[in-house]
């Protein structure tokens, strides 16, 4: 087994990371104010892409701006609380933002795991040398692996599929030819009516040299507004199958089966993760979680990061109340929020050990990458 498919036995894709950080589970389930282990943000709601699919056109909601001190103040309280990563994704692009390398390398020179999800057509190339030394993963957005469909898909002329490919073959050069720890990978939300491009991307993540591609589901709020039908998920199997043998020694496909084939339900009715992985919007909100950005949730919403440091909304009241209520019986995460959350993974533990009785798990082996990232 080379080196590199022995590190991606490690990587988990369908799961979770609690298991390697039992002392904040164990602090939370005492009843302490615990700190997020990762926080899942963007440093705007801008967008270049129109994507077919997007679930940020659900989660309008008043916008601040997002400055440099804004962004700073932020990293620097998050690492000053215990948060161990932020992942710059959540509901905008954050290559929208001047003051993207910055961040990712001011919070990585705060002691935080950065990683940055993007569709990469504004990631500026020659800035490529300066991220990658500081980013735990890099992730492309990728629903095709052919240009028009790709225009279709994203909403975009299909110039942007070929300069989001040379991005991706930069990233890898510069990699490889620095031995970066960093990994590149392809995700492509997965709608049924995308099972035609499965193949075709799988194929085109292996010539660029990425390290993996991730194939999940689609969400869709409690209205279905976008659409998905998740009983179509069942017919495409086969084509997941044919992808994940594709697999090689340097690059692993992976479908998220777990929500794939879960039938957009789940399990449990009391939100217990957002307070270990947390979700702001763009706008510099701080809620729950990306599925209560909008405003009409506006009773979940805890606060601003423009307007009041992070630090402060942490340790206030309104913070915890919150995380108090949605996991209360005045909340249904069944009927109330969208499905397949980020924290749904997150939740479906530690709903086994909040009503099911399960222990909570202490894994003594070795740590998955991207262990900040839950």
């Known amino acids: 087994m080379t080196t590199q498919h022995a590190q991606d036995q490690q990587i988990i894709l369908d799961g979770h990371k609690l298991a390697w950080h039992h002392e904040r589970v164990e602090a939370w389930l005492r009843g302490e104010r615990i700190a997020p282990i990762t926080i899942d943000c963007a440093l705007t709601r801008k967008c270049s892409y129109r994507c077919t699919y997007c679930y940020g056109q659900l989660q309008a909601n008043d916008e601040q701006h997002m400055t440099r001190d804004v962004i700073f103040r932020f990293l620097d309280d ?8 932020v ?3 959540s509901d905008g692009e954050s290559t929208c933002s001047p003051h993207l390398a910055e961040a990712i390398i001011k919070g990585d020179e705060n002691g935080l795991s950065m990683a940055l999800g993007t569709n990469g057509y504004m990631l500026e190339d020659d800035r490529l040398e300066d991220i990658l030394p500081h980013l735990t993963y890099l992730r492309f957005n990728i629903s095709a692996g052919e240009a028009k469909r790709y225009a279709e898909i994203h909403g975009v002329a299909e110039k942007c599929f070929h300069k989001v490919c040379g991005t991706i073959k930069k990233a890898m050069r510069i990699k490889r030819e620095r031995n970066l720890p ?4 392809l995700q492509m939300v997965l709608m049924p009516a995308f099972r ?5 991307l799988v194929t085109l993540g292996r010539e660029l040299g990425a390290d993996y591609l991730v194939i999940k589901h689609c ?3 409690e209205n279905h507004s976008l659409g998905v039908d998740y009983s179509k998920y069942n017919e495409l199997v086969s084509e997941l199958e044919a992808a994940e043998v594709l697999s090689t ?6 479908a998220k089966w777990s929500k794939i084939l879960s039938g957009g339900k789940r399990g449990y009715s009391s939100c217990y993760g957002p307070p270990f992985i947390i979700q702001f919007s763009g706008s510099g909100l701080v809620a729950p979680c990306g599925m209560l950005f909008n405003s009409k949730y506006e009773k979940y919403h805890i606060g601003n990061i423009a307007e009041t440091p992070f630090k402060e909304l942490w340790q206030s009241e309104r913070y915890w109340e919150v ?5 209360s019986d005045k909340f249904d995460a069944k009927t109330m929020c969208g499905s397949l959350c980020l924290q749904h993974k997150v939740n479906e533990y530690l709903h086994g050990i909040k009503e099911l009785g399960a222990a909570p798990a202490r894994s003594d ?10």
Do not use: C, W
């Open 249 to 254: 020694d340097s690059y692993m496909v992976r």
């Open 78 to 85: 998050a690492a000053e609380i215990g948060v161990k990563g």
């Open 219 to 221: 969400s869709d709020d």
């Open 365 to 374: 082996a070795a740590a998955p990458m991207h262990l900040n990232f839950i």
């Open 196 to 200: 035609d491009q499965i193949l075709p």
């Open 87 to 89: 992942s710059l994704v």
């Open 182 to 185: 960093v990994t590149v990978g």
């Open 323 to 327: 995380m108090d209520l949605i996991r």
